[in-house]
Structure formats: C-alpha cells, structure tokens
C-alpha cells in the first residue's frame, strides 16, 4: 500500500480519539475555554451522562464572525504567542479541542464579543460545517454538543453509565473550581443542580479557603493547615489535612500546577513522602496544593489530555512540597482532627428506637427529642472542639510554673495505690491533655480539662513517644551500619548498576554502602543496623526501580522508618499494663511536649476530648 496523506476529517477523528476519551473530556476543554476567555460565570449542563447534550455557556470575550470560523480550524488558538511553546500562561494552546469535538458530534457554538451588538451561531455536524448565521446571543460564548460520538460508534461502546460519567465530569468541573475561586461555576443535568459555588472575593488564601470549604466541606477547613512558602521563585501555597483526617484511597488530593489541575506522579510521590512518618500505607491525606512556577521552568505538552507536567528541576519542587508539608505538620504539635471527637460523641447518641432507652419523665422526653432530630452530632460541637484542637501550649505558656520534661518512662515495679497530692500542687487541669483521673480497663487513661475530659489510648500515644525519640536519635548520630560478614553482591542491568553508583554517597548517608563491581553488578559491604536480617538483594533491587521513577531513594528511608515504627511498637506500654496516677501524668505532660502526638504511627488518633457541656447533653441536662 502506498504512502498517502489522511483526510482532515480522519485527522480530527484521530485527535479526538487521543483528546476526548468521553463526556467529562469535553468538559474539560469547553470550559477552559471559557477560563482562557477571562469568564467570570461558567455554566454547564449535561444530559443523559453527556450523550445526548453537553452545554457550556460562558460571558468572557466573546468572538466575531471571523474568530468563530477560525476557531474550528485544526491548530488555530489565539493563546500561543509567536509559537512560544517554552512560555505557555493559558489552559490551551494546542487548537485541537474545537475541532475533535466537532468532528464526533453535533456541534454549535454561538458568540458575541463584549461590546458589540451582533452575536454569530455555527453550526456542524460530524465535522461538516453545516451553516453560519445570525443569532441572538449575550456577551460571552455558548458552546453546545449533541450526540458526542456519534460519528465514532464504537467509543459509545466504552462509555459506562451515565450516573458514572456525569459523576466524571462533577469531578472535572470541581477541581477547575478549586483552582479558580474568583469564578462562578454550576453544573447540572438540565432538571437540578448538582453542584453550585458564586465567586468568592477577598484575598487569594483566603478565598481558596472558602471555595475549598464549599466543595469539601467545613470539616476539611476545620481540619487543615495552612501552607504558603516560595522559594526560588517558585511559589507553594493550599491547605493539607491533618494525619488523623484521612481518607482510604488517595482521591481527595487536589494538586495544581499554573491553576491547571495535574495528576503527576512526582507531585503524589512528594505527598507520599510528606505524610509517610504520620499515616499507614493504606490510608492517605486529604490536601489541596497549588504549585505557581515560572512557565519556562514547566513543560505542559507532554501528555495528550495536559494532565501531566515535567519539571527542570524535579529535585526543588520535590523538595518544596516535602519540607512545606513537613513543617505544617510539625507546627500542628499534638492537634488531632475535630472529626474524631465528633465520631466519638455521634457514637455514644443514645438510640429511642430501644424501649431500654426511652426517657420516662415528660422534661426528658422533651430534652431528648431535639437530639432525635440531630442523632449525628450536635450543633456546634466542631468548632467548640476546635478550641482545644489547637498547636501546642507549653505549661509555661499557660502559667504553670517552671517545671522539668521527664521523659514518659513507666518502671517495671508493681502497680501501688494512688497517692494523696502533695499540698500546693500544680492544678493540672490547666494543660492542654489535663490531669490523669483514672484508668479504663488497663488501656484508656481518663484526663480531666478545664472545659471537659480527655480519653488517652496509651499504648498508641507511647508508641508515639517512642518513635519520635528514635527519629530524634537518628538525626543527631546518624544510621547506624553493620558491616556484611560476606559482602552481597546484586546483579542488575546496565542502567540500574549506573543509578544506584551514582547516588552511592547519599546512600551511604543512610547505611547503605555499595560501590560498582563490574557491568550491570553492584556490591554491598555495609546495610543500616536497623534492618537486621533482611533481603539485601530485594532492597537494592527496588531502589534501583525507585530511582528510575523517581529519582529518589524513598524505599529505603520507608523501610528504616517502618522498622522504627515496629520497635516503637513492640516497646510501647502495651494495653493492659496498669499505671500509677504520676506515669499517666507524666505520659499526657509528655504527648503536650512531642510533636504528632495527637497520632500513633500508623495515622489513628491517640486521644478523643469531649467538652463538658457535650457530656451534659448526652444526659439531657441541657
């Protein structure tokens, strides 16, 4: 068969195949559009998941008669200056999305620039112009397609349902809102709306914030730290969730790079490495951040959809959002979620289907009503436990006296009988975690506040403790290393051996020592202490896959810190280990003085507070 040029039609077939993947694509593009537009208010209406109509009206710039013939054309975009693909400030650049859209459906699009009084409407079908008119049309642009895919049947195959790519699209215009406050969205399926946000105004943070809270919810605002940091003229600011505020898979992360939403493996691998010392591998934080870097220090053609960046200097931005969220997090001291107290207290809401629990007296009936309309959480409670929820105040700070940290260190002596407290005692109910009143089945330590109590898991909040010294102790003398009775050597391929010889100094900052041996072969004379008898081969064989995606040794330092973790853990205080009124006080002085104590290693909270007042109300005395 003979060479021969495909048909412009074919061409549009085969961009659409590569830029439109269903509804919620289309979606995409139509309204970044209409952000490139400078439009304030987005609407977008979608019927049958996206099949039968997808609609985005806008009241940016508009177009005339000329632009909207031209904006159709494969490869014509007004947003490329002088072809410069090393300085790209707009969502698109490519001039592909019109035309692909176009060339699968029933496609119109009507305009009229601000400021004039003669608004167009063109009209084609399955990539054949059909007409140019006329139309009555406010300032902006109105862009409708109709039977997306019509003239490809076999993408309709691929389409799943329509709740699920009405849902694919919700997400989509979501995430484009959390990048733009400044701008109305709505989307709806042409009966209700499904989601709504009016532009928010005030400064940048500020309303981020908001519109973040519209779109996440108040408990994401109530929980979340506040990040903002430049350096070299790169510019990270957003909010991330606390530890204790998170969620099983990693959906709820919204990472922006230029106010483009991306999906990047570089990005979620910082992330990863941020919250690692604070969460379980199968749970994962909940975080929006945006990334403003210069545009010739970015790459944003590098994958068909614009959902992946490429860095210069991958190293800076790694280390940007890794040291940011870090120092947030370490800023929070012992503060855990609002969303634990509010589960606990949902918890214990007493249930009136029972006859047990029904009230017998007409004023407690009367009481408990009001909590039958509410049978969640009470009003207000979130932000009356956001006051205790804060980060940490030392016992000097709140005016208890100078007094010496000791170390929470219980002896392996038998448990003896609470003392009387000496006279002139400090009152230490003041401190933030209270005073110890108790032990609950030999695992929970009960602590009076001011405003109400506190509930300790001990064995979590020591195994904190514990993995917090350890860290510390790694800082100061470093990893420790065992020298390899007989060294390992790891055969690889060329490629990798090249890897792990040319990081081999930083590796041996955390116990690794390995040098060449040969093609494609690695020997390793030293491994870190911490990992006792363990797989060397495996090791080294995954960092050289990490380094590959990477280029970072991440496996090892997870390892040394698991490690940690399980010796935190096995020397803990266990559950069911009786403790003296002095070693309960002197754990809670302890978790007030450690950061991320609010958490054990493994992201569960150590401690749930209740407020006296909510506890009244739990018996109807309020």
């Not at 054309?73 to 176009?102: N, Q, V, Y």
Request: charged share 25%.
């Amino acid at each position: 068969m003979k060479i021969r040029r495909l048909s412009e039609s074919t061409i549009n077939r085969i961009a659409a195949g590569e830029v439109i993947e269903r509804p919620a694509s289309a979606v995409k593009e139509l309204v970044e559009n209409a952000l490139d537009a400078g439009a304030r208010n987005i609407e977008v209406v979608m019927a049958r998941g996206g099949r039968e109509l997808i609609s985005v009206t806008d009241d940016g710039c508009g177009m005339d008669r000329e632009e909207l013939e031209l904006a159709v054309e494969r490869h014509a975009t007004s947003k490329l200056r002088e072809d410069d693909l090393t300085h790209i400030t707009t969502m698109g650049f490519r001039g592909e999305a019109l035309p692909s859209i176009a060339s699968v459906a029933r496609f119109s699009m009507s305009s009229r620039p601000q400021g004039s009084d003669e608004g167009w409407r063109l009209e084609i079908e399955g990539g054949k112009k059909a007409s140019l008119q006329p139309a009555a049309q406010g300032s902006g642009t109105r862009v409708e397609v109709r039977d997306l895919f019509f003239a490809t049947p076999a993408r309709l195959k691929f389409l799943k349902a329509e709740r699920t790519e009405f849902s694919h699209a919700l997400d989509v215009v979501k995430r484009l809102a959390m990048a733009h406050p400044e701008v109305a969205f709505s989307l709806s399926d042409g009966e209700r709306k499904s989601f709504q946000v009016s532009a928010a105004q005030g400064e940048l943070l500020d309303s981020r914030l908001r519109r973040l809270s519209a779109i996440l919810g108040h408990e994401f605002a109530d929980n979340s730290l506040s990040i903002e940091v430049e350096r070299e003229g790169i510019r990270l600011s957003g909010f991330a969730g606390l530890p204790t505020f998170n969620r099983g898979n990693a959906q709820h992360q919204y990472l922006f790079v230029n106010g483009r939403p991306v999906k990047d493996k570089l990005l979620t691998g910082a992330v990863r490495g941020a919250y690692m010392d604070y969460l379980a591998r199968d749970r994962h934080p909940v975080l929006a951040l945006f990334l403003e870097v210069p545009p010739e220090l970015v790459d944003v053609n590098v994958h068909p959809a614009k959902a992946e960046v490429r860095f210069q200097d991958s190293g800076l931005i790694r280390g940007l959002i890794v040291g940011s969220l870090r120092r947030a997090l370490e800023g929070a001291g012992h503060r855990s979620s609002t969303t634990v107290a509010d589960q606990a207290l949902g918890a214990m809401w007493p249930e009136l289907s029972e006859p047990s629990l029904r009230p017998h007296s007409g004023q407690l009936q009367g009481n408990y009503s009001r909590y039958r309309s509410t049978p969640s959480t009470p009003s207000g409670f979130a932000d009356r436990a956001a006051d205790f929820q804060r980060p940490l105040e030392t016992g000097r700070q709140l005016g208890l006296g100078e007094q010496e940290e000791q170390p929470f260190a219980p002896p392996m002596g038998r448990y003896e009988a609470d003392q009387v407290p000496p006279p002139h005692a400090p009152d230490l109910t003041k401190y933030p975690l209270g005073a110890a009143r108790g032990q609950l089945h030999e695992t929970y330590i009960i602590a009076q506040t001011e405003t109400g109590i506190v509930l300790v898991d001990q064995h979590a909040a020591h195994e904190r403790l514990v993995y917090e010294r350890m860290k510390k102790n790694m800082d100061t003398t470093g990893v420790p290393r065992q020298t390899l009775l007989l060294p390992e050597v790891v055969e690889l391929d060329q490629g990798a051996a090249e890897r792990l010889a040319a990081r081999a100094e930083e590796l041996a900052d955390l116990g690794l020592v390995l040098e060449p041996f040969g093609d494609g072969a690695v020997v390793v004379r030293e491994a870190p202490a911490l990992l006792g008898d363990t797989d060397i081969k495996g090791l080294v064989r995954d960092l050289a896959d990490e380094l590959a995606e990477l280029d970072q040794a991440l496996s090892l330092k997870e390892r040394l810190e698991e490690v940690c973790s399980t010796m935190a853990c096995h020397g803990s205080v266990r559950a069911g280990r009786r403790l003296t009124t002095e070693e309960m006080n002197a754990l809670l002085r302890e978790m007030e003085a450690t950061p991320h104590s609010g958490q054990c290693n493994h992201g569960r909270p150590t401690y749930v507070e209740l407020k006296l007042s909510d506890v009244e109300r739990l018996f109807g005395r309020r």
